[in-house]
């Protein structure tokens, strides 16, 4: 049998392997889902969000799991022509009333990376754009939602830029932060979402020795290599179809100029000359 030609088959699927990383689907990547305004580029509304997720299951795309991105990333799965993935990053509460229950009534699942130090608090990690805080999920609400489409994976204990740390603290953030999520969660088998994106070859290595298998990134060249998988950002001014329309490309560039700007966060943490989690950690191992 002709597999290519099977009606409603689509021939992407049997495509010869060729040389090249292994095909990656498209992984959307949110923040907010909020009705709240705010000053940045990260939120969506409730009502946006809900329209990109009805027109995307409209069109047949089918959201891959996490075992089934991986499985992609490491070239053991072809990806297929409707294949996507969605994931959030930060775990505000709003998912909880706004992204999951729309993803579960479209048979969608996710994936929603979590900064353990803050699980159930405010984000005083972040600057506060407009003077407003957001609260992250409680683990009690992970639990709820486990069970029910989304995968939940790492995004460092307290989300400072690991290219700033040195190679201890990068390794205390990781460690931590895998802890927490077998504790909390059950989880055994750890990814990291990068704190934004960032990442060089070291934080790559650092993650792997801490027992990572793979590691999320944000825009950037798929290069292959599971422990840097790409993801295409939905920023304020996507499209009604974002991540996957004509206007993927547009989108891209837009991802990696707010990418850029984001080190603004990451300077203002720096210099806030507080003592951190982190710090605090130390010490507690110390003592
Ligand atoms: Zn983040």
């Known amino acids: 049998m002709d597999l290519g030609t099977t009606p409603g088959v689509s021939s992407s699927l049997y495509a010869p392997v060729t040389s090249g990383p292994p095909g990656l689907p498209p992984i959307l990547c949110y ?10 580029v990260t939120r969506l509304s409730p009502r946006r969000f809900t329209r990109q997720i009805e027109r995307l299951a409209r069109a047949g795309w089918r959201t891959l799991s996490l075992d089934e991105v991986l499985a992609c990333a490491r070239g053991e799965r ?33 994936i929603c990376s979590v900064i353990t130090d803050y699980a159930g608090k405010l984000n ?13 999920l409680a683990w009690r609400d992970m639990h709820r939602w486990q069970g029910k489409g989304i995968e939940f994976i790492s995004h460092t204990a307290t989300h400072r830029r690991l290219t700033w740390l040195d190679d201890g603290e990068v390794s205390i953030e990781l460690a931590r932060s895998a802890r927490a999520m077998r504790d909390m969660l059950g989880v055994n088998r750890h990814v990291i979402s990068y704190p934004y994106g960032a990442h060089t070859a070291r934080e790559l290595g650092l993650a792997s020795s801490e027992g990572y298998v793979a590691g999320l990134s944000l825009a ?24 996957v329309g004509l206007l993927a490309p547009i989108e891209w560039l837009g991802a990696v100029g707010a990418n850029r700007c984001a080190v603004g966060t990451s300077l203002w943490q720096a210099l806030r000359g507080k003592r951190t ?11």
């Open 124 to 136: 005083r990690w972040d600057v506060a754009y407009g003077g407003r805080r957001f609260a992250h």
């Open 220 to 243: 950037g060249r798929w290069r292959g290599d599971p422990m840097a998988i790409t993801r295409r950002p939905v920023y304020l001014w996507a499209p009604p179809t974002p991540g």
């Open 78 to 110: 072809v990806v297929g022509s409707r294949d996507i993935a969605i994931t959030f990053d930060d775990g505000y509460r709003g998912l909880r009333e706004y992204a999951f229950p729309v993803l579960e009534a479209h048979g969608f699942g996710g």
């Open 277 to 287: 989690a982190v710090g605090s950690y130390v010490e507690e191992l110390a003592g």
């Open 31 to 40: 923040h907010k889902v909020e009705p709240r305004l705010e000053l940045g």
